[in-house]
Each structure stands twice: as structure tokens, then as C-alpha cells.
């Protein structure tokens, strides 16, 4: 009997043994996934720390980039709009029935025609975004949809300045060639637009005799109905971009206002 109750003595010892063991396994599994969450944690925040700062960084210089962009396009509006109303007074003076009376008035419309600008975007830091794959880091989805569009509106606008550069020097320039002197344009030439400082040789009217009489006058219209049209495009994708740059600012502006 005494033996019996010895062996279940025993047994209870090792019973109660391998549940300590068992309840210091679990302690130290539960220590372990503890550590490891938390560890994860610190790494989730200190990488969203950095992401948060990335992006901060990243809005900043967007700013200052749509900015340029922003004013550059307001600079070529002004240019493009001068050389639509000076086109429209063109074809109205071809239309009259003098329209070489004045010569000194015609040689500054013809001038003032060609005067026409265009620009290239900024756009190194909205590429680099895209193709380092840090736009997921760009929090507001309506401005990542708005720096994977702009490409699209910039080959349009460059679609159209070629089309009137490429129509301008083929077409009208040939045209003026055989009977206008364009040297007697030069005394109009202003480059305010491009430069504050430049200054540029005036040349002489040219002692040539001017071939006005020989011009078709229809043809002479229809030459500049076309650039016309050809500038309207233009003017109709800078004014899309204006409005595509002053709102994606201001997107920008208030995403930046929330991180201060």
C-alpha cells in the first residue's frame, strides 16, 4: 500500500514538472510573438515615418515644379493670344479693299504673326516619381491620377506646335518669300517675351521693290485663316494646361498644408 502511494506521489511530481516546462514554453512563445509584433511594428512606423517625410519631400518639390510650369504657360498665352488677334487683323486688312496702302501696318501684322511661343514643361520630378515607383507613396489618389495624366496633355499641346511651326515655316514663309520682304519686318521684332536683357541689330527696310500687286489675295487669306485655326489648337491645349496646373496646386497646396 505504501508503495502504491509512493508511485502516485510521483507521478503527480512529474505531472506538475511537465506542466511548469509546458506553462514556461508558452510564456516563451508568447514573449517571442510579442517581440516579434512589436518589432514589426517599429519597423512599420519607422517606415511610414519615412514614407510620410518622403512624401513631404516629394509635394515640395511638385510645388515648385508646377509653379514654373504654371507661369511659363501663362507667359505663352499672353504670346499665342497676341498672335491670334494680330492674325484675325491680317485677314480683315487682306479683306479691305486696300490692303498694301499702308505698308509700315503690314509689315508689323506680319510680324506680329509670327510672333508665337511655345514652351517646354518641367516634368523630371513627376517622371522620377513614376518611374521609381514612389507614387503609391503619394497619399491622395486624385493627384497620382493627375501625375500620370499630364504626359498626355503635354504630347497634345507639342502635337500642335508642330503642326503650326511645321505649316508656318512650309507654307507661309515660301509664300512671303516671292513677294514681301520680310527684312522690312525686323524693325517690329520684340523679344521682351524670351528675354529682359537681350537686344537685338535692327536692319534697314530693303531697297527692293515689293511685289504686292502679283499676291492672290485668296490665297493670302486662306494662308492665314489656316494658321489661324493652327493657333486656336494651341491656344486650346495651354488653356487646358492652365487650368490642369493651377488646380493640381492647389490639390498639392492643401496636401501640404495638412502635414504642418
Same mark, same amino acid.
Given at each position: ?10 507521478? @503527480? ?59 511659363? /504657360?501663362?507667359?505663352?498665352?499672353? @504670346? ?32 506680329? /504673326? ?68 520680310? /527684312? ?44 489661324? /485655326? ?31
Amino acid at each position: 500500500m505504501i508503495k502504491f502511494f509512493r508511485q502516485i506521489r510521483q507521478r @503527480l511530481l512529474t505531472e506538475n514538472k511537465f506542466s511548469k516546462y509546458l506553462l514556461y514554453a508558452i510564456g516563451e512563445i508568447i514573449l517571442v510573438v510579442i517581440g516579434i509584433l512589436i518589432a514589426l511594428s517599429l519597423n512599420n512606423w519607422k517606415e511610414d515615418l519615412a514614407d510620410k517625410g518622403e512624401e513631404t519631400r516629394i509635394l515640395g518639390g511638385l510645388k515648385q515644379e508646377f509653379e514654373v510650369n504654371l507661369a511659363e /504657360v501663362r507667359r505663352n498665352i499672353k @504670346l499665342n493670344t497676341s498672335t491670334r488677334e494680330s492674325t484675325i487683323a491680317l485677314i480683315r486688312l487682306i479683306q479691305t479693299d486696300q490692303p498694301f496702302a499702308n505698308q509700315r501696318y503690314l509689315d508689323s501684322l506680319l510680324n506680329e /504673326v509670327y510672333m508665337f511661343g511655345s514652351f517646354d514643361a518641367q516634368t523630371g520630378l513627376v517622371n522620377e516619381v513614376i518611374s521609381s515607383g514612389k507614387l503609391s507613396i503619394i497619399k491622395n489618389i486624385e493627384l497620382r491620377s493627375r501625375l500620370t495624366g499630364v504626359s498626355g496633355l503635354l504630347d497634345n499641346l507639342e502635337e500642335d506646335y508642330i503642326i503650326r511651326n511645321d505649316y508656318y515655316y512650309n507654307h507661309i514663309i515660301p509664300f512671303l518669300s516671292k513677294y514681301i520682304s520680310i /527684312v522690312n519686318q525686323d524693325k517690329f521684332m520684340d523679344f521682351s517675351g524670351w528675354s529682359e536683357t537681350y537686344e537685338s541689330i535692327k536692319l534697314d527696310d530693303s531697297p527692293l521693290k515689293q511685289k504686292y500687286m502679283e499676291i492672290d489675295l485668296l490665297q493670302f487669306e486662306n494662308l492665314f485663316a489656316i494658321h489661324k /485655326v493652327n493657333n486656336d489648337f494651341v491656344n486650346l491645349d495651354e488653356y487646358d494646361l492652365k487650368e490642369f496646373f493651377t488646380q493640381t496646386l492647389e490639390i498639392i497646396n492643401n496636401n501640404l498644408d495638412l502635414k504642418e
